[in-house]
């Protein structure tokens, strides 16, 4: 995945009303499926558990930082950090 594409998967996620499935084949109420919407797995959904204030604030941060990505071609190392994070491949240092 490219760097735009880490920041523009984190917004998806952070915009997605998230839909697990919790029967079968795709999940159980115990262990439900990845996202109908946005592929999220069920363990990234359930650590986020951020408001909904602070999930447009931060998808709007991290949309200009996808921007200024694409002209200049390097992303914002913090920012691509917190998209990492969102996107459940990285831990948060
Ligand atoms: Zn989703």
């Not at 109908?36 to 709007?60: I, K």
Request: hydrophobic share 35%; with cysteine.
């Amino acid at each position: 995945m490219s760097p735009a594409e880490e920041l523009a998967s984190a917004i998806r996620q952070l915009r997605c009303e998230h839909s697990h499935p919790c029967q079968p084949p795709e999940g159980s109420l115990f262990a439900p499926g990845d996202c109908e919407h946005c592929g999220t797995s069920w363990a990234v959904t359930t650590t986020q558990g951020m408001s909904e204030p602070l999930r447009a604030q931060l998808a709007e941060l991290l949309k200009s930082a996808a921007w200024w990505t694409q002209q200049r071609g390097g992303a914002d190392r913090y920012a691509l950090n917190v998209a990492r994070v969102i996107n459940g491949k990285a831990a948060f240092r």
